[in-house]
């Protein structure tokens, strides 16, 4: 007779707290307050916003506008990572989570990591020991707030941070590879190659993780987003990176505004409709209008 292996949620690893929910349940009221603002910094609807910002302004933040774009191709890279591995596992959230869906590994955690991280190794100002140490300190306090607002275990904010920085690692490796020769200045430097690679690679983790969570909104987005990056990186990339942005009030308006509708578009779609198409070509097109802002602002001043 052959015996049946248990599924993953009958494990040991599925009730794998070691102490923390008792801790986040004795919490103060104030201090859990404090720890709900805390953990946006890892929401990537926040983090997409940050990056798109930072492409439209390019060196005037500190990070090129092609060093912007592999980071947005980072962050929709750790979407389709954290939701293929929260379907593989399916292990669940703490008892007292008001989220549902599974928890092993967090994505905050996974996201910060990839987005926080990738930034800190890819900006131009100060010295980079001094950015992985604030970007550490940020996704630190990111995967400490899940665990204090009782959506993660320990474990979960652990892995995602373990497989967060083993992903930086082998893509930075396998493309741009680390320059730490300076103490100052970018530790990466992509070129056009890479960022049209990391969408390309971005969409394959997407479509992959649709075979497990077909239904996932968020995953049906970065799919979408990461086809739009991959088809206008290699379209009109090296031309919206190098495109000059006159800091005039106008066109200042005129981007940052447009940033705004492209945002909308796409968050808008991922909340409010059921239809995975819809969601995808919300993704794509917004992807592109992201992407060509530079160009398209611009034309505007010309």
Known sequence: MHSIAPPLTALPLATRGVGEV????????????????????????????LVALAYLL?????LPRRSAAFALALGLCAIGITIGLKHFFALPRPPISY????????????????FWGGVAVLATRGRWR???????????VVALSRVAIGVHYLADVAAGVGVG???????????????????TGALATPDDRHVTAVFGIA??????GLTVAPGESELLLAVGTALGGTLS????????????????PRSLAVGIGGLAAALAVMSG??????????????????????????????????
């Open 269 to 302: 779609a991922a909340e409010l409709s059921a239809n995975a198409r819809v969601v995808v070509a919300a993704g794509a097109v917004g992807a592109v209008a992201l992407l060509a802002l530079p160009l398209l602002v611009g034309d505007v001043d010309a």
């Open 58 to 62: 390019g060196e005037r933040v500190g």
């Open 203 to 208: 969409l394959l983790l997407g479509l992959v």
């Open 165 to 183: 920085v083993a992903f930086l690692a082998l893509v930075f490796a396998l493309g741009p590879g680390f320059e730490p020769s300076s103490p």
């Open 233 to 248: 990186w290699y379209r009109f990339g090296p031309r919206a990176a190098a495109a000059a942005l006159d800091p005039s």
């Open 22 to 49: 008792a801790l986040a349940q004795s919490f103060p009221d104030a201090v859990v307050a404090v720890f709900w603002a805390l953990t946006h910094l890892g929401n990537p609807y926040l983090l997409l916003s």
């Open 99 to 114: 989220r549902g869906g599974y928890g092993f590994p967090s994505g905050h955690a996974l996201g910060s990591t990839a």
């Open 130 to 140: 001094r950015r992985l140490g604030i970007a550490g300190a940020v996704v630190a």
